[in-house]
């Protein structure tokens, strides 16, 4: 039982240009949402969160959008970098229960 | 400073043998997690420990015992491994409420059975 959907594995942008990720969960009780990014053979590092409360958090060149009614959040990257290629990781939590629960993973790759 | 390190960072091991995975925080947080990262990259929760009491257990074989001997440190150990047990297993810690304290996750044991 997948509640977070990542359905895109890969990526691929031009420096300077805008990426965009995107995440689907099924469970409406979750309440909290993040983004994680991970780098070959290290463990994945928090980047940007959002309580269900807002449509929008924004943290230098990263946004991430959420969608209630369509369960959908998005991480927007502008301008992308290469130094921004990596696994980004959707997760979500009903922070009643304090369970973090994981997409699969976009894997983003910039190119000079 | 490695704020969740995690050891060994890889394991090769035959199957029907006992293996044991380290965990240490210096974050000073009370809540300690196990994580599996299985080969179609899902990232799923095994574990969690707040203050050395055990608060997630998910439907993980009782071969996998987690052990806290204190609220910085949270072993693994793995009894009578079997193939399907190959995977990347992350440690990870939090302060309680993962609102105010996102997950630190140490860099990964990867754990080959054969």
């Known amino acids: 039982d997948q509640q977070v959907k990542q359905n895109s594995p890969s990526l691929s942008v031009q420096e300077g240009r805008i990426s965009i990720l995107n995440c689907d969960y099924t469970n409406s009780m979750f309440d909290y949402f993040l983004w994680y990014k991970k780098y070959p053979a290290e463990g994945p590092t928090f980047l940007i969160s959002?309580?269900?409360?807002?449509d929008k958090n924004e943290d230098g060149r990263f946004t991430v959008f959420l969608n209630k009614s369509a369960k959908h959040l998005s991480l927007h990257i502008v301008p992308s970098q290469p130094g921004d290629s990596a696994v980004y990781f959707c997760a979500a939590i009903n922070t009643g229960f304090q369970k973090l629960v994981f997409g699969t993973g976009t894997r983003l790759l910039v190119s000079p | 400073d490695t704020a969740v390190s995690q050891t060994p960072k890889y394991l090769v091991t035959q199957m029907g043998n006992d293996k044991s995975i380290k965990c240490e925080q210096n974050?000073?947080?009370?809540?300690m997690y196990w994580y599996k990262q299985d080969s179609k990259k899902f990232l799923k929760i095994m574990f969690s420990?707040?203050?050395?009491?055990?608060?997630i257990n998910e439907t993980v074989p009782n071969r996998f015992s987690p052990k806290s001997p204190d609220k910085a440190h949270l072993n693994l150990h793995i009894n009578s491994l079997e193939l399907g047990d190959s995977a990347v297993y992350f440690c990870?810690?939090?302060?309680?409420?993962?609102?105010?304290?996102?997950?630190?996750f140490g860099n990964g044991t990867r754990l080959t059975v054969t």
């Open positions: 420990y707040n203050n050395k009491e055990l608060i």
């Open positions: 990870a810690s939090s302060q309680e409420g993962i609102r105010d304290s996102p997950l630190h």
């Open positions: 974050l000073g947080h009370d809540t």
């Open positions: 959002i309580s269900s409360i807002k």
